[in-house]
């Protein structure tokens, strides 16, 4: 029984839910969901850079061990999230400014990292958030310092090193529909590939809206992103009511919503897990917006049962 049950017998490889912290692994109702709805947890924040390694050298592993600790002996995946991202960065290596440094430096923090949990991570996002909002690339220090792409090539190539079996992803929000983002995303992708540069997997977030009108062509790009030739996983979907006010129209059009990704998905080969980004409402970061599959007392929603279709579509 379960959402990953269910996904596994039609073909997937999982269904899975961001989590974190021993609060969450040791309240019963979280737990129960995690063992029995889940194949695949990703640690929302714990593997961050200002969580795990906030001053150079030194790592907090606790809140992340747990959680691997949790999957292992439950017999569950982990997306590891994520290795290089300009947000939740730590001053320390903002504060960067050449380029044989930072190279060191990332490839100290995969090493450390990435290693530590070897072979316990099913995919690694490597690189979060890299392309700008209006494509191009991302201003951050890592762009800043290297001035082209070739950061990418450090942080894949180290955490190939350090975990070979990983399968290791670029991910990123926005691109769940067409423009210059999504346009700029593919390219880095394919890129990378052309310089020999290991990578196996996107994650499209899906951080999306009730009735956003992109929805409706949620599968052309997850086509488009299979086109790299590329896994692809749905890595951090939600999806937000326009207000903190619900009703039932808002609750069966979410439902609908969720059908119809994750309906995309099951009609996608490449496609081959979906995260969703959180359990409760009660935890989401996108707070009163009712974006999840159980509500704030822990109630399966309608936005389960669409899931459940989506699977069965
Ligand atoms: O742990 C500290 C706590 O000690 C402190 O008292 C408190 C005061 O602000 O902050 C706590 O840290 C917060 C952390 O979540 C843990 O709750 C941070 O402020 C807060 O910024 C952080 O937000 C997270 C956000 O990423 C930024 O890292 C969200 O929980 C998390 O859901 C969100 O996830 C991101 C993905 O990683 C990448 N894609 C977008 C997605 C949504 O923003």
Not at 267 to 272: E, I, V
Request: with cysteine; charged share 15%; proline share 3%.
């Amino acid at each position: 029984t379960g959402l990953d049950a269910l996904i596994k017998s039609k073909g997937k490889k999982y269904v899975g839910f961001s989590a974190d912290g021993s609060g969450q692994f040791n309240d019963a109702t979280h737990a129960n969901i995690f063992r029995t709805e889940a194949g695949c947890l990703t640690p929302e924040n714990s593997m961050k850079w200002d969580a795990i390694e906030p001053n150079q050298g030194s790592f907090n592993w606790g809140t992340a061990d747990t959680l691997v600790n949790f999957a292992q002996s439950n017999g569950k995946l982990v997306r590891g999230h994520t290795l290089l991202w300009h947000s939740q960065l730590p001053q320390w290596v903002k504060n960067i400014n050449n380029k044989a440094t930072l190279t060191t430096v990332i490839q100290n923090h995969a090493a450390a990292v990435a290693g530590r949990y070897k072979g316990k991570i099913y995919a690694w996002d490597v690189a979060n958030e890299v392309v700008a909002d209006g494509g191009g690339m991302r201003s951050s220090v890592f762009s800043q310092v290297f001035g082209d792409w070739t950061f990418l090539d450090v942080a894949f190539k180290a955490a190939k090193a350090a975990d070979p079996n990983a399968k290791l992803c670029l991910n990123d929000y926005n691109i769940n529909f067409t423009g210059a983002k999504l346009n700029t995303f593919i390219q880095v992708v394919k890129d990378l590939k052309s310089r020999g540069v290991p990578i196996d997997c996107v994650g499209t977030q899906t951080h999306t809206g009730v009735g956003d009108s992109s929805i409706a062509n949620y599968k052309n790009t997850l086509t488009m992103l299979a086109g790299t030739g590329c896994e692809v996983q749905i890595t951090e979907l939600d999806i937000a009511f326009p207000s903190t006010s619900s009703s039932s129209a808002l609750l069966n059009q979410q439902s609908n919503d969720y059908r119809t990704i994750v309906a995309a998905c099951m009609g996608t080969s490449a496609c081959t897990g979906i995260t969703v980004w959180g359990v409760s409402d009660k935890n989401s970061w996108i707070t009163g917006r009712h974006p999840l599959l159980w509500d704030e007392n822990f109630q399966k929603k309608p936005a389960y049962t669409g899931f459940v279709n989506g699977i069965n579509s």
